[in-house]
């Protein structure tokens, strides 16, 4: 497909609204996986601490 201008790129033959708005959903669910995994990772994490201090502790 090919267009004369930005303007026709950005309307995608009619369907830009679908278009763009589809691919912006799936960056912002990308963006908030990204974010979930890091929180999931660090409560791991400090979850892992606290249990290795709870077996040091006498």
Known sequence: MRWE???QFWDMGGYG?????S???TFLFLLLEIWQARVAHQHALALARTEADL???P
């Open 5 to 7: 201008s930005w303007s």
């Open 17 to 21: 609204l679908y278009v763009w708005g």
């Open 23 to 25: 691919m912006g959903m």
């Open 55 to 57: 077996k040091e502790s």
